[in-house]
């Protein structure tokens, strides 16, 4: 399984990036798919998580701004991020997992891309 994030750059506070990640050898169908962020110093954090069905969750820090979505015949998870605040820089991974109960587990037990930085300025 790879999954592999694009993206990310540097922006001004109150912008918009829309991340993406493409999945090779994985059905996203059947996943519950994620966002986690790494901010400087902090631990790493769920952004969104979108189950198979579509229902979505996200931290409160992002509701209203962040808008996560799937697009299962290409493979592809998305992360629209408006109104983009300083407090959103770090590096965004995409998860991917089985189920819901190994959504941002470490791998074997999930799935992690590589990464890819936001950052915003104030």
């Known amino acids: 399984v790879q999954l592999v994030e694009s993206g990310g750059g540097l922006v001004e506070a109150g912008g918009s990036l829309n991340l993406s990640c493409v999945g090779s050898?994985?059905?996203?169908?059947?996943?519950?798919m994620a966002w986690f962020r790494r901010a400087p110093g902090k631990q790493r954090e769920l952004v969104a998580r979108?189950?198979?069905?579509?229902?979505?969750n996200y931290v409160d820090s992002v509701k209203g701004r962040f808008t996560i979505s799937r697009d299962n015949p290409k493979n592809t998870l998305y992360l629209q991020m408006n109104s983009l605040e300083p407090e959103d820089t770090g590096v965004y991974y995409c998860?991917?997992?089985?189920?819901?109960?190994?959504?941002?587990?470490?791998?074997?037990?999930?799935?992690w891309g590589q990464g890819t930085q936001v950052t915003v300025s104030s």
């Open positions: 998860n991917a997992a089985d189920r819901l109960e190994r959504s941002g587990a470490d791998y074997p037990y999930s799935y």
């Open positions: 050898r994985i059905i996203f169908g059947r996943n519950v």
């Open positions: 979108i189950s198979s069905s579509g229902i979505t």
